[in-house]
T-cell receptor, first 118, second 111 residues
């Protein structure tokens, strides 16, 4: 069974600070995808990144970076020089390949609410 | 860029009424999903649909819920007799392979 844990319920930072959002996952499958989504106050889910289980390279996209470590089953997300517009709920998610060959449902963590204070 | 489209964006319905939430998945996708998010809570899986049948459903997806893909393009979620606790944001998603694409959601308010 797949499980995603986001231990940080809420984080507040002052603008321009760096912040890391933690994500720990559990899966018995060797083939899986990990995702991060942003949910602003308007409610939609904004896709940020996906990473498959065979690609442990860290990724940087502007102020965003992701650290995928299979050894610790973690997929952490860092925002550098945070801005007020980064205030949102961030969800980490996981989907397994499954025995049937198709991908299973996406399982979400409970989310981390980030508040960036000006 | 292709996207998943959900209508309506917001629906208000009276308790006990039937409601149908509509989704147009990305055209070449094969797997379809409905998720629910009660305000302030996590995004919960409801049901997955593949090859014209339900492939998995959660314990939330009881007899009051049903899904259909009536015409090869739309994917609908029906709630037969809405309850107050069905008030939530409902997300549709579709996928071809690993990446799941989510719609913008329908906010259902049951009064």
């Amino acid at each position: 069974a797949q499980k995603v844990t986001q231990a940080q319920t809420e984080i507040s930072v002052v603008e321009k600070e760096d912040v890391t959002l933690d994500c720990v996952y559990e899966t018995r499958d060797t083939t899986y995808y990990l995702f991060w989504y942003k949910q602003p106050p308007s409610g939609e889910l904004v896709f940020l990144i996906r990473r498959n289980s065979f690609d442990e390279q860290n990724e940087i996209s502007g102020r965003y970076s992701w650290n995928f470590q299979k050894s610790t089953s973690s997929f952490n997300f860092t925002i550098t020089a945070s801005q007020v517009v980064d205030s949102a709920v961030y969800f980490c998610a996981l989907t397994e390949r499954g025995n049937s060959g198709g991908y299973q449902k996406v399982t979400f963590g409970t989310g981390t609410k980030l508040q960036v204070i000006p | 860029e292709p996207e998943v489209t959900q209508t309506p964006s917001h629906q208000v319905t009276q308790m006990g009424q039937e409601v149908i939430l509509r989704c147009v998945p990305i055209s070449n996708h094969l797997y379809f999903y409905w998720y629910r998010q009660i305000l302030g809570q996590k995004v919960e899986f409801l049901v997955s649909f593949y090859n014209n049948e339900i492939s998995e459903k959660s314990e939330i997806f009881d007899d009051q819920f049903s899904v259909e893909r009536p015409d090869g393009s739309n994917f609908t979620l029906k709630i037969r007799s809405t309850k107050l606790e069905d008030s939530a944001m409902y997300f549709c998603a579709s996928r071809l392979d690993g990446e799941a694409f989510f719609g913008q959601g329908t906010r259902l308010t049951v009064v």
